[in-house]
């Protein structure tokens, strides 16, 4: 059994130190001259279990018969001596060791960069995977290779990110903000009156008194059960949405303001200015809408005074936008690329005349109906004394836009905003006379010839809540004598047909123009030569008294009379 693990072990050891010189195992009595080659030089190997042993001079040679079987044995033994390090040092091992990942220079560089730059309050993966979204390839540069970050996009893209934080923080601190100022008038109106019920209840009860609440017999005197505490609630989000509303149209305002003034040094500023523009003219509309709809029923007799105080300085912006819109407008027609880009600022701010309108309309159908459920006092022709704050004080806005635009004939963009806005009051003007003498809206009929129905309109009613604003805004727009000259050069410098004309001719086709989009818009009369979409006017909204004492104000005859008289009678003569 030694002999045997000797003879194996001699042969792996003759193995290893032959394996340098090419050859697999030495044969016994092969030489080429004749003589017997001499053997590899012996190496001892000691195992573990059994102590090294002598070789026999009788066992120096290997014949041919012992060979083949050592050849195959040592293979075994390699084999299962693969997990064994061989105890000669120079011997390779039977597997390549795993390779440790190595970096360069430049990519811990690169990682000791990212890992300075990177901010406190985000994780190194998240600020990883913002650089990736900007890394491009470098040009002439195979893709695989040198790569950078793009630093202008990426900065962009923090600074909208801060920004829309900064919003969302000026928000909030305005909300909190209010907030407080409510929770202190709360304190102070508590302490100074206790026995005076609040506003808001007022509110309820008067709405429990009017409407919703009719059902209850007359007789039973017990409590209402109010909810005062979401009837609060829901006051104080409305002033908030509010506030909300007046510091971002504010906060807008500031930045067309700034941007503005830079356009004349720098055209650059150009797009900007015009972006920031439509920016504003989309928030006034949206805005109008959302602060002015849950108000649309509140009458001036029954309104919270923090309501109001609140509501009056919110359309008090909305006036104040529209007409830094209207100077920024000029601004940018001073250069010719502006003035080729002037038409997109001078739609949006002729829709927003039309906006207004057409909602002063919407919830003058909804007071209508509100006012028709409820019972009548006798002696009251259901409209005395009652004027609701969503038409007094956005009539008023319109009339305060209007008259804080400053036209020059000539001027670029004058002529096609003035047009644009006279077209519009009229449009409506012209649809509440068709609506007052005929009881419908002829130029919208479908028959031929626009000969009318003969149907009862749902909006005949409404004109006592629309007349006497869709006036004082028409007298704006159009004006007195003194405006009139100054309304008819701006006009015609939009037309070249009017401009040819001497003074006179021209103050009264310019009249002429105005008469026929009128009837346009109240009977149809498609050949007339009207103003165009799109175009807005100036001068104090004090609405001349001569009418006749008899004619009852506000009616349907005071409408189509006062109208006429302000656009003037000489076609209809």
């Known amino acids: 059994m030694i002999n045997k693990e000797t003879n194996v072990s001699k042969t792996t050891a003759q193995l290893s130190s032959t394996a340098?010189?090419?050859?697999?195992?030495?044969?016994?009595?092969?030489?080429?001259?004749?003589?017997?080659?001499?053997?590899?030089?012996?190496?001892?190997?000691?195992?573990?279990?059994?102590?090294?042993?002598?070789?026999?001079?009788?066992?120096?040679?290997?014949?041919?018969?012992?060979?083949?079987?050592?050849?195959?044995?040592?293979?075994?033994?390699?084999?299962?001596?693969?997990?064994?390090?061989?105890?000669?040092?120079?011997t390779a091992p039977a597997y390549a060791p795993e390779k440790k990942p190595t970096f360069t220079q430049s990519q811990l560089a690169l990682a000791l960069t990212i890992s300075k730059s990177r901010p406190e309050q985000l994780s190194t993966s998240d600020y990883c995977q913002q650089l990736r979204k900007r890394i491009k390839?470098?040009?002439?540069?195979?893709?695989?290779?040198?790569?950078?970050v793009d630093s202008t996009s990426f900065w962009k893209d923090q600074y909208q990110h801060i920004h829309q934080e900064k919003e969302f923080l000026e928000d909030k601190l305005n909300r909190l903000q209010e907030a407080n100022r409510l929770l202190e008038d709360s304190a102070h109106q508590s302490e100074s009156s206790s026995q005076h019920?609040?506003?808001?209840?007022?509110?309820?009860?008067?709405a429990i008194r009017s409407g919703a609440e009719k059902r209850k017999p007359p007789y039973d005197e017990g409590p209402l059960p109010l909810d005062l505490s979401i009837t609060e609630s829901a006051t104080d989000n409305h002033l908030l949405r509010m506030s909300s509303c007046v510091f971002r149209i504010n906060r807008q305002r500031g930045n067309l303001e700034k941007i503005t003034a830079l356009v004349g040094n720098d055209l650059d500023y150009l797009v900007d200015t015009i972006d920031h523009a439509n920016k504003l003219l989309a928030l006034l509309e949206t805005h109008l809408l959302d602060c002015c709809t849950p108000l649309r029923l509140v009458s001036s007799a029954n309104v919270n005074p923090r309501i109001l105080r609140v509501f009056e300085h919110f359309m008090h912006q909305?006036?104040?936008?529209?007409?830094?819109?209207?100077?920024?407008?000029?601004?940018?027609?001073?250069?010719?690329?502006?003035?080729?880009?002037?038409?997109?600022?001078?739609?949006r701010m002729t829709r927003y005349i039309q906006k207004a309108i057409a909602f002063l309309h919407d919830i003058s159908l909804a007071q209508e109906y509100k006012e028709s459920k409820a019972p009548r006092r006798q002696g009251?022709?259901?409209?005395?004394?009652?004027?609701?704050?969503?038409?007094?004080?956005?009539?008023i806005s319109i009339t305060s836009m209007l008259a804080g635009l400053e036209w020059e004939a000539g001027k670029p963009g004058h002529s096609e905003l003035l047009e644009g806005i006279l077209y519009t009051i009229l449009?409506?003007?012209?649809?509440?006379?068709?609506?007052?003498?005929?009881?419908?809206?002829?130029?919208?009929?479908?028959?031929?010839?626009?000969?009318?129905?003969?149907?009862?309109?749902?909006?005949?009613?409404?004109?006592?809540?629309?007349?006497?604003y869709i006036i004082q805004i028409l007298y704006t727009a159009i004006g007195g004598a003194t405006k009139t000259e100054l309304i008819s050069q701006v006009l015609a410098a939009g037309r070249s047909n009017m401009s040819k004309d001497g003074k006179g001719d021209l103050i009264s086709k310019a009249r002429k123009l105005l008469q026929s989009t009128l009837i346009n818009n109240s009977t149809g009369g498609v050949s007339l030569e009207t103003l165009r979409l799109p175009p807005p006017p100036s001068e104090d909204t004090a609405i001349p008294d001569d009418v006749h004492h008899s004619v009852e104000r506000y009616s349907s005859e005071w409408l189509v009379e006062m109208a006429w008289a302000l656009v003037g009678w000489d076609m209809v003569i």
């Open 20 to 90: 340098r010189q090419s050859t697999i195992l030495p044969r016994a009595n092969r030489s080429t001259s004749g003589s017997p080659r001499p053997a590899p030089p012996k190496r001892k190997l000691h195992s573990k279990t059994a102590p090294p042993q002598t070789k026999k001079p009788s066992q120096k040679l290997i014949s041919r018969s012992s060979s083949s079987r050592s050849s195959s044995q040592p293979s075994q033994s390699v084999l299962a001596l693969k997990t064994i390090p061989p105890p000669n040092k120079s």
């Open 137 to 148: 390839t470098g040009n002439n540069v195979q893709e695989d290779e040198h790569r950078y």
């Open 197 to 206: 019920i609040s506003t808001v209840e007022q509110l309820i009860e008067n």
């Open 318 to 347: 909305l006036s104040l936008g529209y007409q830094l819109c209207f100077d920024s407008l000029n601004e940018i027609c001073r250069t010719m690329l502006g003035r080729t880009k002037k038409n997109d600022i001078i739609y």
């Open 380 to 395: 009251s022709n259901g409209h005395d004394g009652i004027e609701y704050i969503v038409n007094k004080h956005l009539a």
């Open 427 to 468: 449009q409506h003007t012209g649809k509440l006379v068709s609506v007052a003498v005929f009881n419908e809206h002829v130029a919208s009929s479908k028959n031929e010839g626009k000969v009318t129905e003969n149907t009862q309109s749902g909006e005949v009613c409404t004109a006592k809540f629309e007349s006497r």
